[in-house]
T-cell receptor, first 115, second 112 residues
Framework: GAGVSQSPRYKVAKRGQDVALRCDPISGHVSLFWYQQALGQGPEFLTYFQNEAQLDKSGLPSDRFFAERPEGSVSTLKIQRTQQEDSAVYLC?????????????FGDGTRLSIL | KQEVTQIPAALSVPEGENLVLNCSFTDSAIYNLQWFRQDPGKGLTSLLLIQSSQREQTSGRLNASLDKSSGRSTLYIAASQPGDSATYLCAVHNFGNEKLTFGTGTRLTIIP
């Protein structure tokens, strides 16, 4: 497809379970971002990759959150030992390069609910 | 730390009216500012991107302005239509990092 693809669209997990969220960026896009969006709020930055290198993970809320992009394309956001406050929409975005004038293109997100 | 504020949080206007959405930011050291649209249950669609050296950008019925020195941007929507109903978010890209900092959005409802 032409856009950023995220899967699953919806995920329900019990507290304490581990989850993995997938992002397929637009083909050829160098930069990849993860954001967390709580209900009624704007997205909050989690982490940023340039190709396979994770250059900024300052937004990850705890060491239970882990992201990877091993081959510089698909990325996975993993949350271990999930807690209720992890419930949110997780958005992935990609851009063509790290140049500052490139817009970020967003996927439809994964809505995560922790019971 | 950059803070982005959008006022009002919600706005309802009759179809056909022109309207203005406001965005303010505290740190003027920005590369660019982007306006996005978000429909319920969907991701963000980029509407306009204004570079720090620009004053405005236009796309169809949308016009975005940027006053970097005062830390303000506006999104002007002309001749509003029911299909314009959505949440509108502004986001700034600061020097020194790659992330976007978002406001909390304005939920716009156009009344037929």
């Amino acid at each position: 497809g032409a856009g950023v693809s995220q899967s699953p669209r919806y995920k329900v997990a019990k507290r304490g379970q581990d989850v993995a969220l997938r992002c397929d960026p637009i083909s050829g896009h160098v930069s990849l971002f993860w954001y967390q969006q709580a209900l009624g709020q704007g997205p909050e930055f989690l982490t940023y990759f340039q190709n396979e290198a994770q250059l900024d993970k300052s937004g990850l809320p705890s060491d239970r959150f882990f992201a990877e992009r091993p081959e510089g394309s698909v990325s996975t956001l993993k949350i271990q030992r999930t807690q209720q406050e992890d419930s949110a929409v997780y958005l992935c975005a990609s851009s063509f390069s790290r140049e500052s004038n490139q817009p970020q293109h967003f996927g439809d997100g994964t809505r995560l609910s922790i019971l | 730390k950059q803070e982005v504020t959008q006022i009002p949080a919600a706005l309802s206007v009759p179809e056909g009216e022109n309207l203005v959405l406001n965005c303010s930011f505290t740190d003027s050291a920005i590369y660019n500012l982007q306006w996005f649209r978000q429909d319920p249950g969907k991701g963000l669609t980029s509407l306009l991107l204004i570079q720090s050296s620009q004053r405005e950008q236009t796309s169809g019925r949308l016009n975005a302005s940027l006053d970097k020195s005062s830390g303000r941007s506006t999104l002007y929507i002309a001749a509003s239509q029911p299909g314009d109903s959505a949440t509108y978010l502004c986001a700034v890209h600061n020097f020194g990092n790659e992330k976007l900092t978002f406001g909390t959005g304005t939920r716009l409802t156009i009344i037929p």
